[in-house]
């Protein structure tokens, strides 16, 4: 796309031009698609011309508590935009959560209560402001406008899409040929994200690849409503650790907001050579060219592979804890895996005499769950630090355990008290 042609089309000052350049530079970076892309090219410079800010928008359905690295992509999009004066909008879907997202689903999700999604909103939004600019963020209820809607409101909505459109969402087309339930209230999900568009008047909705369908619904019901349709900005969705299926939670294969430091760092290190550019280009903040750099690199082979992800999961760390963190962790890896040590600094933990192993491994957090702890036992991945593999589940720590550390997997520790 010949942007300056674009550009110079619409008679915009050489100084808008130049400035548009710039920041469509920086935003087009780490996008899968922008839809369409000769309006946000205008769009951006209207908004520069006329020192109107854009209004990004990006929705959050609080489903649930964990905020992981993959969520986070589209917010770091937007921290983006908002370092070059724009204005991010995210929604609390307090409605929508309660539907549940349906896209890439074979069955109906649970519905959650209104007390809830109210728990879980201010929890994403804790662990969101890592990466967003908390004075340049407006925060917005679906409740705000939906709790005033009557049953016409709800049958113009209706009126303005049709059912065969709906019908042409891959996940509901997916749904019904091979034979699973879809339930009605679930068609309602992208036509209450659309309207959300409506009332926030955005002119940016950033999502990932697979929230595309709804995205674009917000163009249609801006239309209809007489608005200046939004753009649609899509991000990647990211693999998870294991390098194979999308991160997730429910498949254990992410790295978490809320995760230590030094877990995060760790977790990189383990993810497979083949999602290393992946990594970098996506999930690090790694600017272009940084990133086109560490590739031709990596390619070249005069940067080690060990040493790339080294320098991801330093970056990783940077983004949520400070570079001075990041560099801390790298160093403390290093001595851990490196030279076979224990970290500099380990949590104590007072145990019970007479506590088994899985007590202690569950009341210390090393583990969530007893039944965890009996895995991870099972799978030699729980021992005491220059010891033997602790591989009896019912094993019980006495005075003679004091002073000894406890670890389990390669990252986590603690030390007996």
């Known amino acids: 796309m010949d942007i300056d042609k674009i550009l110079k089309s619409k008679d915009f000052s050489n100084s808008t031009v130049t400035e548009t350049k710039k920041q469509f530079k920086l935003l087009n970076f780490k996008i899968s698609e922008i839809t369409p892309l000769d309006e946000f090219v205008v769009m951006l410079a209207h908004a520069i011309e006329n020192n109107k800010p854009l209004r990004v928008k990006c929705g959050i359905d609080p489903t649930g508590t964990d905020v992981h690295l993959g969520h986070t992509i589209p917010y770091r999009k937007m921290a983006q935009f908002q370092n070059l004066g ?48 908390k004075d340049r963020t407006e925060i917005r209820h679906q409740s705000e406008w939906f709790k005033n809607v009557t049953l016409i409101d709800v049958m113009n909505w209706a009126h303005q899409t049709t059912v065969a459109k709906l019908l042409s969402h891959d996940t509901f087309k997916n749904r019904l040929e091979e034979g699973h339930s879809l339930a009605l209230h679930e068609l309602f999900y992208p036509v209450l994200q659309g309207i959300d568009s409506v009332y926030v008047k955005s002119d940016v909705e950033l999502g990932g690849s697979d929230q595309k369908f709804n995205v674009l619904m917000g163009r249609d019901y801006q239309k209809n409503a007489g608005l200046r349709p939004q753009v649609a900005m899509l991000l ?31 977790k990189v290190m383990s993810i497979p050579d083949a999602i290393m550019k992946e990594y970098a280009e996506f999930a690090s903040s790694f600017s272009e060219e940084e990133y086109r750099q560490f590739v031709s690199d990596l390619d070249s082979g005069k940067l080690h592979p060990n040493e790339a992800k080294k320098r991801i999961a330093s970056n990783i760390v940077a983004i949520f804890h400070g570079d001075e963190s990041g560099q801390k962790m790298r160093e403390q890896f290093e001595s851990v895996f490196a030279k076979k040590n224990v970290p500099d600094e380990i949590d104590d933990y007072a145990f019970q005499r007479g506590a088994n192993i899985i007590e202690v491994l569950v009341d210390s957090k090393l583990l969530n769950s007893n039944g965890e702890a009996r895995r991870m036992i099972k799978q030699n ?24 550390i406890l670890k389990v997997g390669k990252r986590k520790f603690i030390r007996l008290k």
């Open 236 to 266: 990647p969705i990211i693999h998870g650790t294991c390098g194979t299926a999308k991160m997730s939670k429910s498949l254990g294969n992410y790295i978490g907001v809320l995760d230590e430091p030094f877990d995060k760092f760790g």
């Open 381 to 404: 991945a729980v021992s005491i630090v220059d010891g033997d593999k602790i591989q009896d589940a019912n094993l019980t720590f006495d005075e003679s355990y004091t002073g000894k």
């Open 86 to 133: 724009h204005t991010g909008v995210v929604i609390i879907g307090d409605y929508t959560a309660q539907i549940g997202d349906p896209t890439g689903k074979n069955e109906m999700r649970q519905s959650l209560t209104p007390e809830e999604v109210k728990k879980n909103a201010q929890t994403y939004l804790d662990q969101v402001y890592t990466v967003l600019n």
